[in-house]
């Protein structure tokens, strides 16, 4: 059986590019601290790194601060941003009810720190107010954490605007950036960078564009002031202590390059042919049909595919409209069924597909971005979430959807047959 992935907002697979980057790296013994030949070569594969991220992200070199992963990034932003306040004032924090899990559990440690924790409303699809946002802003707020794009629906945030709206109380802004590097924010009308979305504070994780997990990076603005959460030493300008992961580091922005080049929106470099090997992953993600044939290149993203390929019967789409999410994440419900069965299902069919945040996905609770959009606690138990990425070809989206479509037509037909299960 060929597999067919489609959890890639979970983790996508590790790019070639980032695999001989760290074994490249590897072969470096010293410490990036020490002063002597070793460490300074060490130190100039993590230079080499925030300068090639910086340069794509749009942001300066100091303004990367590299950590283990978002979580930790929005940790640091957050706790960081509470233990350096010194305006008596601003004792709130405004976060949407949508947030990822790293991000709503600061809420502990901030009211342990003498803050209260607010929660932006989201609408059916997960939009956030913004007159709910604009009417609750003043200077009393300390921080608004609002993520770039849902991991779960993908529902995009107007960041820009909520930036704007924000620093006009001189309100900071933390937005959770890991599944949209690269990508085009339709509020801007193009590929976004830092510069642009105009917060102060945002969290990146490697291993969502062909990097190694276990690391990631905050951007911090210049003139943004944070305290460290780590004690120990002064690496990452005192930012972030603890020797730095060089290998990690280097595959990070090595498969950075590889993400960007593949997801070029500019008419003169037309999107990856999606039925060739990428430089992406290392191995081949490829399915065939029986007769051994692939499918045509295409202009149109796999994701556009699949729903175009979907029997709405029994399926229910959490955000029909394309305009509005990002263009790799598709999340749907089959009425009356777990997504942990269909899960395993199609699992069994020889398809990997997610049902909420990797973190949580084990859990057998309801979504809480689902009830936070006003699922019921049944829907919000339904929830599957199909994502793609820039080498998945039009044929495996065909075959995941074919295959959806006949799964959940066996499933509501033996609900039909014994009503008693439902």
Known sequence: MTRIYLDWAASAPLAESA??????????????????????????????????MSERLGCEFGELVFTSGATEAAQLAIIGAALANKNAARTRVLMTQIEHHCVLAQAKMLQRLGLSVEY?????????????????????????????????????????KIAELAHKNRTLVFADCAQTVCATDPYLGARWTLPRLDVDLASFSAHKWGGPKGV??????????????????????????????????TGMAAALETWWELLDPRPENPSPDRNATSDLNARTLIPTSGKGDKAAASTSMPADVFTQSLDR???????????????????????????????????????SIGSGAACSSGSLEPSHVLQSCGYNH?????????????????????????????????????????????
């Open 19 to 52: 695999k001989l980057a760290m074994q490249s790296a590897m072969n470096l013994v010293g410490n990036p601290s020490s002063q002597h030949f070793d460490g300074r070569q060490a130190r100039a594969l993590l230079d080499n790194a925030r300068a090639g």
């Open 313 to 351: 019967t029994n399926l229910k789409m959490t955000v029909p409209d394309p305009d509005i999410r990002l263009g790799s994440i598709v999340h749907l419900r089959v009425p009356g069924v777990d997504s942990e069965t269909m899960v395993i299902r199609l699992d069994q069919e020889g398809i």
């Open 120 to 160: 932006i409303p989201v609408n059916r699809e997960g939009m956030a107010d913004l007159d709910w946002i604009e009417q609750h802003l003043d200077g009393t707020v300390l921080l608004a954490a609002v993520m770039h794009a849902n991991n779960e629906i993908g529902t995009w945030q107007p960041l820009n």
């Open 378 to 422: 049944q829907e919000s138990k339904e929830g599957l979430r199909f994502s793609f990425g820039p080498t998945t070809t039009d044929f495996e989206a065909v075959t995941a959807a074919e295959t959806l479509n006949r799964v959940a037509a066996e499933f509501i037909a033996n609900k039909q047959k014994a009503p008693w299960k439902r």
């Open 216 to 249: 990631g990076a905050l951007f911090m603005k210049a003139g943004t002031n944070l305290d460290a959460v780590l004690a120990g030493g002064g690496q990452e300008r005192e930012m972030r202590a603890g020797t730095e992961n060089v290998i990690g580091i």
